[in-house]
């Protein structure tokens, strides 16, 4: 069994270690760490902190010692050296948590790509190659909270080889998810999100979520303020409210407590990106606005773990709080901006509308449309390298060693621009103080924390990967995490120094 080998294994890294806090630090002993929830896991918690850091958790915790979130780390297993996904854009980033794979598995590599065999929406698939946007603007009606009724197909890429139909979210995911690995062994599910584009969540089949509950966040100028961010928020923690009382989102409809459900958070997101706001020195302390983002989301928090406990539900729960990513810069004297007209430019320089689609935040990633031309690209950024603010440029050799070939993979892009620390490729007169999608620290180290209350805390320091949440989720809800098609491919671990019961 899994969970005897998780054990084992925690007891020889104990006996390893002789004591020493070198990977592994918890209280009151490491032994501990080994121990077993009592009760089987029966519901798994799934919460994404949009932009926090590894280091926001950290320091929350010990300095709101009272908060919810010290509480939670009081009784989890938190993992300080984790990294999300790259690129660290919110589409790969919480893939990486729901399928255990990266874009090399999912085929997702940004909510605006690009596919060489897909078609443009409109163009009866008269020619291929088009850019591939999942945001607001596929809505039917993007200022409405409800997205004007959900997605509008006429705004979708199509598909030739599928009878020109249209490529919703969740039919461009090549891999499955564990909402539809859980609902096909005739689980509950939930997920609330920021578009109703998270639709891609209930992967390929369409049907992974049996509750998906996505107000659209563009509605109102609901990012313009963290207070009306936060409010946007709580429409999704009340969903959460209303599923722990065995109701669905809404709460008019009774069902049943879901085995795996949660949302994502907003607006310490938004905290860090709204000028004003963000951090306000290198050690990542936070401004006023902020904090009250944090102070919100942790008020949140708590009036989950009290509906949970009021429930009967808390100990046969297994909380996990993480983020899709981080942001870049914390420290706001590292914060530069570059024209985002820039690096397109000098693309199309090489070439004229070589440019198939450059898609850009704190990183630079390229499609063209001549591979061929791929080496003069990367000359031409290697030549204006101080201008561009590149550190690095992922294109051939170095590209494939990481990613798929972009010769037989229709969405792996020619070339990635990896910017200096702080760079935002963004319009000139753009306020944002910080942005995500990079391959830096800062973009990608995530808190994770396992929480609940039969685990002892402990601290686990070695370098873990958010993709390992997925078969983490299924080991403790009692299914096999080799269902996963991107834990076969990927070859991704279940989460070390985890002991958790799993239902059977």
């Not at 990106?273 to 944090?294: Q, R």
Request: negative net charge.
């Amino acid at each position: 069994m899994q969970v005897r080998r998780i054990i084992a294994r925690a007891m020889l890294a104990v006996v390893m270690l002789g004591g020493t806090s070198a990977a592994v630090s918890s209280a009151p002993n490491s032994v501990d760490a080994a121990r077993a929830v009592s009760r089987p896991i029966r519901h798994v918690l799934l919460l994404s902190i949009d932009g926090m850091h590894a280091v926001d958790l950290a320091r929350y915790g010990q300095e709101h010692p009272k908060s919810t979130l010290a509480s939670l780390v009081g009784m989890g297993v938190t993992y300080t050296n984790a990294v999300t996904a790259s690129p660290s854009d919110s589409f790969p980033g919480l893939l990486s948590i729901v399928t255990g794979g990266s874009p090399r598995s999912t085929g997702v590599w940004y909510d605006d790509s690009y596919d060489r065999q897909l078609s443009p929406p409109g163009s009866d698939c008269k020619t291929v190659g088009t850019e591939l946007v999942y945001d607001e603007s596929i809505d039917k009606n993007a200022d409405a909270l409800d997205g004007g009724g959900g997605i509008d197909p006429t705004k979708l890429a199509l598909d030739p080889s599928k009878g020109c139909t249209p490529v919703y979210p969740h039919s461009l995911l090549r891999v499955n998810t564990i909402f539809e690995v859980l609902r096909g062994l005739g689980r509950h599910t939930a997920w609330a999100d920021k578009h109703p584009a998270y639709d891609l969540v209930n992967g390929p089949s369409g049907k992974g979520v049996s509750d998906l509950y996505t107000p659209e966040i563009a509605a109102g100028g609901t990012t313009d303020s963290v207070a009306k961010t936060e409010a946007y928020d709580d429409l999704k923690v009340q969903a959460i409210i209303n599923e722990i009382d065995g109701k669905d989102h809404s709460g008019t409809t009774q069902s049943v407590v879901p085995a795996l459900f949660g949302m994502n958070f907003q607006a310490v997101s938004v905290g860090q990106k709204l000028a004003g706001n963000a951090y306000v020195d290198a050690l990542a302390t936070p401004s006023a606005g902020l904090l009250d983002a944090f102070n919100h989301t942790d008020a949140s928090l708590g009036r989950m773990v009290s509906e949970l406990r009021s429930n009967g539900l808390l100990a046969s729960t297994m909380i996990i709080v993480t983020a899709k990513h981080g942001q870049s810069p914390i420290d706001p004297a590292r914060r530069q901006i570059v024209d985002s007209k820039l690096i397109p430019s000098l693309v199309n320089s090489v070439q004229p509308d070589l440019a198939a689609q450059v898609t850009q935040d704190s990183v630079s990633i390229i499609w063209l449309r001549d591979a061929s031309q791929t080496a003069n690209v990367v000359a031409k950024l290697a030549a204006n390298q101080q201008q561009a603010q590149i550190q690095d440029i992922l294109a051939g050799t170095s590209l494939t060693l990481r990613f798929n070939d972009p010769k037989t993979d229709s969405r792996t892009p020619d070339i990635i621009v990896i910017p200096n620390q702080g760079v935002i490729y963004t319009k000139p007169t753009a306020t944002k103080t910080a942005e995500h999608g990079g391959f830096s620290r800062q973009d990608t180290n995530v808190p994770i924390l396992i929480a609940n209350p039969g685990l002892t805390p402990s601290t686990i320091k070695s370098p873990v990967e958010t993709t390992q949440i997925a078969p983490t989720i299924l080991e403790a809800l009692g299914v096999n995490p080799q269902r996963l098609k991107a834990v076969q491919m990927e070859q991704t671990v279940d989460l070390p120094n985890l002991a958790i019961r799993p239902q059977r």
